[in-house]
Structure formats: structure tokens, C-alpha cells
């Protein structure tokens, strides 16, 4: 997928503008929250949990080599095969040929984040391929010719109305012609219309959740089914994973498994966990007579043990997103590419570069939310502000913003200056706004007062005040 | 071995700031950690594993059905075949033994087709934390059986049932020694939040999960 993260500005004024998109935004905000309190206060072992399911990553990256390296082993001992891809350009190819040997035409698949990444659906439609999204949120926005808005419920910004829609217009070839809106029918339509996708497809690819180096294992969690259909009913079976998913043993992902589905879903265990190990044994009556993993690098070998490194303890659950202000007011789609909300923050400027993405870091008030709820601990703000400062010091950063930092520094290190400037400021402000109480409008900062009033300063600075206040106890 | 292979991996010992793979003694402690891998913490279940399955897997919309013995499995289908007006064709898993099926019914032991509308197979295993049944692929157990037909029987002996995912995992190196190609956790019945977070059964497999336990 192409990236639009330097569109960010006019996308997120779109998006705020967008009643549906601020209908949807509001639905998220209720139903993920809730369910995931719910789901983590049930387990009194959840903070432990926690704890551990973060050293095992941390452990497996520390010996990221050894454990892909043991993974790629077992792998070929079943009789499947390991391909490395440094490069989005290089996994494609990967595919592509895989396809190709294959002989195939109809390609089914099931939802990744690593297939977005590299643009997989582009790169096998522009050769001649028919690839089909069957996770029903990725089927809808690939109908759509969108791209997700959230990393799990990738079609979350669209209203049941507007699937109507799309599915009244796309389902006619298939003697579907009433309109219909009620969610059940519209699940039951997608039902019909990929059921004879999954029987005939050659191909299908899925992402993975987990690689579990003990047993060469990929493993998907899902709760619609279409992901088992996509490896169990096509000749061949193909993985596209980013090498920090792999971890060391299956009660290593058991751990994870328990923080994950509460995390992402508030479920305390999704409908299907399904490990695939290697193609169909013999005597297996179905399964897929090939198994390829395709393992993406694109930039991860380089954050590991450097300032980002613990961006790859990220497991893709989306509690960041679920609880970001800015992502509910903006929209998955504002951020312009793959990863979206506060992990996408720091995602795509690492690798789509800091040039094309420099909103990105600076579309986040620092809460802290999204660290605060995120399973692996990733310190998201720290990050985000660690990409600001490499912007002011890559000059990415405006012209009059670098200046005024500079200005504000300049003051901020100079007590009495910083004093004086505040204290003056504050009475003609105050003067100024002490008839309506507010501002309309202010010079130099047109874009705070452009969509509200400032509220006018009581005419002292707070330091003014507090010095008054201690005086008069005494 | 490719180029790309060699790339990453000395990318990654780089970034790691090491020359070449660990040293031997290091990778025989991981070694070890693989070769017999040990539990994390299992989380604290408040009840014997038996009623805390039941209990959970209703939970999750599954429907549970408690049976004293397999003579008893035939009329639990018979009856899940009616209530919803289901043919009386059925697709079992090759490996389903000691069922004595009523003659009502015509059984076929195959992996599943797209038309079939119900198929009844038996777990490896039953995970009492979550209420899921493990079931794992082979000759005398296609995937298929698990995802295509409209409703899903499992059948599951109450002495399979273990309190973690953990305990199946030790249970499977024990018994099979390596994995199978492939191996299903099922939770409830397939589902979907994907239009409007409306959560939906029956999205692309089983629309009904009829587990069957067993209990002698």
C-alpha cells in the first residue's frame, strides 16, 4: 500500500468533518473500552500475566537469530519451506512466484497486517491474479477499494447503510439483488458469495499472530473461520509474518494468547487458534499439499536494540487505538497508511521514513493512555515524542514552529525573563477577554482560535497567584 | 541459502551487537528452554475442571450436552438434527469409533463438502479455562470437518478435559510426539463484530457448536 501519511492534515480535518465516520468513531469508543475493563479485571492474574508475556518477547528478541533460524528448521523437517524477504518488494516476489508455480488464478485470503504492509492484494491483481479477502471487515473495505481503518475491525468506519451499499452493487453477478441492511443479512450474504470463493481458490494466504520456533508452527487467532478455510481448502498454503513474531514454545504463546484476546476483542479466548504445521501429512484426507512462510523483514532487524526496539514487542491486539483520543476523532484513515492510532504513530515514520509521515508523531496530546492499557508495555508516548525530537533535529519540522520552540526556549531557560514575558502576557490577555470572559480570536495562533474561544487568563500567572496565596496564609 | 536469509540475520546479530550466531553455551541453555518447555503461570481456576468447561463453553454460546456414555451420542444428534430441521445425513470423522449410530441416520466418513450441513467429530482434548476442545488433523480427523458443514458436533470424554492449554500441550508431545499439520482451538461457534461491532454467529464456519461430553 502506498502511503498518504504526508495527506495527514487534510485527511484528519476530512475525517472530523465525516458524520458517519464520527457515528462510528463513537460505537468503537464504547465497545472496545468496556469489554476489554471487563475481560482484565476478571483474571487476578492479569498483571502477572502481563509481566511474563513481556519477557518472553523481550527473551526472544534478545535471541531473535537463534529462534528463527531454530523456527525455519522445524519448518522444513515438516516438509514446508522458510523464504526471507528484506524488502516489501522482495516478500511480493516471494508470493508472486509461489502463486505462479502453483499454477494458480483464484487466490483467497485471510486478514494480515503484513500483507497490507507489502501491498500483496496490488502486486497479485497487477499480475493477472484474482485475490479475495474473506475476513468479512477486509472483504468489505477491499469492495470498497479502501484500506483498513483498525488494525482488528479494519472496516470499523463503515455503517451498516453504506455495506448495503457496496453489497447491492457488487453482489448483483451473483443473482443477489435485493438491498438488504440488517447485519445478519449482510453477514449472510458474504457467507454465500465467498463460500464458493474458499472451495475454489488455489491459493490461500494468511498472516500469523505467533511463529512458535519449538514446533515450526504459524498460528492465526480469528473468530469468523474464514482464516482455516483460507489454509485448510487450497493446494497451497502461504504465511506472510514479520520476524518478531516468533516465540520460543507453545506455553510461550499460551501466555500471550491470554493477553491478546482480552486485549483485542475482550474475549478471554477467540474462536479459533489454529496452528499449521508443514503441509498435509500422508494419509491426510484434506489440508494443502504446499506450506511456504514468508518472513518480512522491512526495517525490523534495525530497531531492534536501537530506540524503537520495543515496537516489536507489539502484538497488533489495537487496545492503543481503542483508547486514543485522536484516533477517535480522526479516524483509521487519516493516518494515511497501514498502521493506524498511536503504534502506527510510531510504525510508519520507521518505515515509510519520518519525512513522508511527520505528522504522524505530532497528531498525539501524550496522555499516556495507550501505554498505559498496552499489553507488551510499549512505551508509545516516549517514542512518539523521541520522533518529534529527531524531526526538530532532521529539520522536518516547520520553519515558524522551529522558531518559535527556539523563541520559547530561549525564555524558558531565563527565569525572570520567562517571568516578566508570562506576567505581562497574562494582564493583557486578561484585559483583553475581561468582558466576555473568552477570546475569539488571537494574533499568531489563529489555528487554536480558528474552531474555539480561548478562555481569557484571570489577568496573573499562576506563580503570581501562588506567591499572593502564600503571603496572605503567613 | 539466499542472500535475503544471510541479510536479515546479520542485520539482526548487528543490531543485537554481536559478530556471528551465540555461543555454543548459550545456545544450549535455549536449547534446553525448547526441548523441555515449561509452563508459565496458569492462571487459578475456581472450580474442577469438568463443571468449569461446561460453564465456559456455554459461555461462549456454545451448546453442551452431558452424556454417560458414546451409546448415547446417536440420539443427542438425532435430536440436534431436528430441533433444526437438519437432514438426516451426517459426516463423521473417520477416527469417531464406539458410536453405534441409529439406522434414522445416514453416515458418511470422509472429509467435509461444501453441502454438507452437519458433521460430528471427536476432540483431542477439552480446555477448561476457556471451555474450547482441541482437535487435531489426520486421516482419521480431516480440518475440513471442523469448518465447512453448517453445524458442528464434538464429541469430548470428560477424562480429556484438563484445566490449561498448557496441559493439552504436554498431553499432545506425550501422546503424539510431533504435531499434526494442523490444530484447531474451538471456542464457541464462529462469529463476527465486523458490521457496526454488532457481534453475529455464524459468519464463515459452524453456525452452532454442539459439544457432546462424555462422561465414561
Keep these: 500500500m502506498k502511503s498518504a501519511a504526508h495527506d495527514f492534515p487534510s485527511r484528519a480535518r ?24 471487563a475481560a482484565v479485571d476478571a483474571l487476578p492474574e492479569y498483571p502477572q500475566l502481563r509481566r511474563i508475556a513481556r519477557e518472553i518477547k523481550e527473551h526472544t528478541l534478545q535471541h531473535l537469530d537463534y529462534y528463527l533460524e531454530r523456527f525455519e528448521a522445524r519448518v522444513r523437517e515438516h516438509g514446508g519451506h522458510v523464504h526471507w524477504a528484506s524488502t516489501p518488494a522482495e516478500a511480493q516476489a516471494i508470493v508472486l512466484d509461489v502463486c505462479r508455480a502453483a499454477g494458480a488464478k483464484r487466490i483467497t485470503k485471510g486478514k494480515s497486517m503484513v500483507g497490507e504492509e507489502i501491498a500483496l492484494n496490488e502486486a497479485l491483481e497487477a499480475a493477472g491474479f484474482e485475490p479475495i479477502e474473506t475476513d468479512l471487515g477486509e472483504y468489505i473495505i477491499q469492495l470498497a477499494n479502501e484500506p483498513p481503518s483498525h488494525i482488528i475491525a ?29 447485519p445478519t443479512a449482510l453477514v449472510g450474504e458474504a457467507r454465500t458469495v465467498l463460500r464458493e470463493k474458499f472451495q475454489t481458490a488455489d491459493v490461500g494466504i494468511t498472516g500469523a499472530n505467533f511463529l512458535v520456533a519449538e514446533t515450526g508452527s504459524s498460528v ?40 491478546l484476546a482480552r486485549n483485542a476483542t475482550g474475549q478471554e479466548a477467540s474462536a479459533y487458534t489454529t496452528l499449521s504445521s508443514g503441509p498435509r501429512r500422508a494419509g491426510d484426507l484434506d489440508g494443502p499439499g504446499e506450506y511456504h512462510v514468508v518472513l518480512l523483514d522491512n526495517g525490523r532487524s534495525q530497531m531492534l536494540g536501537n530506540e524503537f526496539h520495543e515496537m516489536l514487542r507489539c502484538i497488533r491486539c489495537g487496545a492503543c487505538m481503542n483508547h486514543c483520543p485522536v484516533y477517535h476523532a480522526v479516524g483509521g484513515h487519516a493516518y494515511g497508511w497501514v498502521y493506524v492510532g498511536p503504534m502506527g504513530s510510531v510504525l510508519t515514520p520507521l518505515m515509510v521514513g519520518l519525512d513522508e509521515a511527520r505528522d504522524l508523531p505530532n497528531a498525539c496530546t501524550l496522555n499516556g493512555r495507550c501505554r498505559e492499557v498496552c499489553p507488551m508495555e510499549i512505551p508509545l508516548s516516549d517514542m512518539i515524542r523521541k520522533l518529534r525530537e529527531r524531526e526538530f533535529d532532521e529539520r522536518l519540522t516547520p520553519p515558524r514552529t522551529r522558531l518559535g520552540l527556539r523563541a520559547w526556549a530561549f525564555a524558558a531557560r531565563r527565569p525572570a525573563l520567562y517571568r516578566f514575558v508570562t506576567s505581562l502576557a497574562m494582564r493583557v490577555l486578561g484585559l483583553l477577554g475581561r468582558r466576555r470572559g473568552r477570546l475569539r480570536r488571537l494574533p499568531l495562533a489563529g489555528g487554536w482560535t480558528g474552531t474555539r474561544d480561548l478562555p481569557a487568563p484571570a489577568g496573573e500567572t499562576f506563580m503570581a497567584a501562588w506567591a499572593k496565596r502564600r503571603v496572605e496564609k503567613r | 541459502m539466499s542472500i535475503a536469509r544471510e541479510r536479515i540475520l546479520a542485520s539482526v546479530r548487528r543490531s543485537l551487537r554481536r559478530a556471528g550466531p551465540l555461543p555454543e553455551s548459550v545456545r544450549e541453555v535455549l536449547d534446553r528452554r525448547l526441548d523441555a518447555p515449561a509452563p508459565n503461570l496458569k492462571p487459578a481456576l475456581d472450580d474442577d475442571p469438568v463443571s468449569h468447561f461446561v460453564h465456559k463453553a456455554d459461555a461462549v454460546h456454545a451448546r453442551i450436552s452431558r452424556v454417560s456414555t458414546l451409546a448415547e451420542v446417536s440420539g443427542v444428534v438425532l435430536r440436534h438434527i431436528e430441533e433444526h430441521g437438519l437432514g438426516e445425513s451426517i459426516v463423521a470423522a473417520p477416527g469417531l469409533e464406539g458410536v453405534q449410530w441409529s439406522n434414522r441416520l445416514a453416515v458418511e466418513r470422509r472429509a467435509a463438502r461444501g453441502s454438507d450441513q452437519i458433521s460430528v467429530t471427536g476432540a483431542f482434548a477439552g ?19 471442523n469448518f465447512l458443514p453448517e453445524d458442528h458436533v464434538v464429541v469430548l470424554r470428560e477424562s480429556r478435559i484438563v484445566p490449561h492449554l498448557e496441559d493439552a500441550w504436554a498431553m499432545l508431545r506425550e501422546e503424539r510426539g510431533s504435531m499434526p499439520r494442523t490444530v484447531n482451538l474451538i471456542c464457541g461457534p464462529s462469529k ?9 454467529e455464524g459468519a464463515h464456519g459452524p453456525r452452532r457448536l454442539h459439544v457432546i461430553v462424555v462422561r465414561e
Excluded: C, W
Design chain 1, 220 to 259: 492465526i487467532v480469528t473468530n469468523e473461520g474464514n482464516g482455516d478455510l483460507t489454509n485448510t481448502l487450497p493446494r497451497v498454503h502461504v504465511v506472510t509474518a514479520g520476524i518478531e513474531k516468533v516465540v520460543p514454545t507453545l506455553e510461550d504463546m499460551s501466555t500471550i494468547l491470554r493477553v
Design chain 2, 192 to 200: 463476527t463484530g465486523d458490521v457496526e461491532l454488532v457481534i453475529l
Design chain 1, 154 to 182: 479494519p472496516a470499523i468506519h463503515k455503517t451498516r447503510d453504506q455495506i448495503a451499499d457496496l453489497f447491492h452493487a457488487r453482489h448483483a453477478q451473483y443473482g443477489l439483488h435485493e438491498r438488504r441492511t440488517e
Design chain 1, 14 to 37: 476530512a475525517g472530523l468533518q465525516n458524520p458517519d465516520l464520527v457515528r462510528a468513531m463513537a460505537r468503537a469508543r464504547t465497545g472496545f473500552i468496556d469489554k476489554r475493563r
Design chain 2, 127 to 145: 480446555i477448561a479455562e476457556t471451555g474450547s476442545v482441541m482437535l487435531l488433523s489426520g486421516p482419521e480427523s480431516p480440518t475440513t470437518l
